[in-house]
């Protein structure tokens, strides 16, 4: 478990967090749901060590980031930019399979679609030796079907791998979807917790039940 004690984030007078505490729970999928200006990426950055605080992250992880975009060199072929972070050809040929890419390793950046780039962003991901994952809405910028799809590798990638994942989202939908517990977070404060019944699949319909609930949250 990484355990999160009095963390304050100030941006000038402007005072994201105060003395928040969280907890993230191994092996699981925590949703930190919320509308912009709520303090969500400012945690991700928190825990990746990106942006400096007051209060202690505990043992403090080695992190993947996965941006809403997905960020990779765009000087870089596909299978250039997952050897950044692995150097093992066997491994990075057995992941774009897994993405089903193995056909546009050469291919540079430029000439993927949205959902090719985010699956590279993906596999680049659980390719990096790190324990826990970070995602800062992964899926908004992409149109349903290839939303499903790409969050549907993401569910079976984490699975295989055992990892920890943090993800941020303002979609409910998507929260319900792909977390085993959805924290609401309000101007730097957890307001409420839930965890949807069931494993987590990209399924829009499987776990409906708190949808109006977390909807009534967010107002």
Do not use: W
């Amino acid at each position: 478990m990484i355990l999160l004690k009095g963390i304050t984030k100030r941006y000038g007078a402007l005072t994201v967090y105060e003395n928040f505490d969280f907890s993230i729970e191994d092996g699981t999928v925590t949703c930190i749901l919320g509308e912009s200006g709520s303090g969500k990426t400012t945690l991700l950055n928190i825990l990746a060590g990106l942006t400096p605080f007051e209060g202690s992250v505990s043992p403090q992880p080695r992190c993947s980031y996965v941006f809403q975009q997905p960020r990779l060199v765009p000087s870089l072929t596909v299978a250039g930019n997952l050897r950044l972070v692995c150097k093992d050809a066997g491994r990075v040929s057995r992941m774009l399979e897994e993405v089903g890419l193995e056909d546009r390793a050469g291919e540079y950046p430029c000439n993927l679609s949205g959902g090719q780039a985010q699956r590279v962003s993906l596999a680049r991901a659980f390719l990096h030796p790190a324990g826990l994952i970070l995602l800062d809405e992964p899926f908004s910028s992409l149109d349903l079907a290839t939303k499903l799809k790409v969050a549907d590798l993401f569910l079976r990638l984490r699975e295989r791998e055992g990892r920890t994942a943090v993800f941020v989202t303002h979609d409910v939908d998507e929260a319900l979807m792909l977390s085993h517990r959805i924290v609401v977070l309000k101007r730097g404060k957890a307001v409420a917790e839930l965890r949807p019944q069931g494993e987590p699949r990209a399924d829009l319909f499987a776990r409906r039940a708190p949808r109006e609930e977390l909807l009534r949250l967010l107002m």
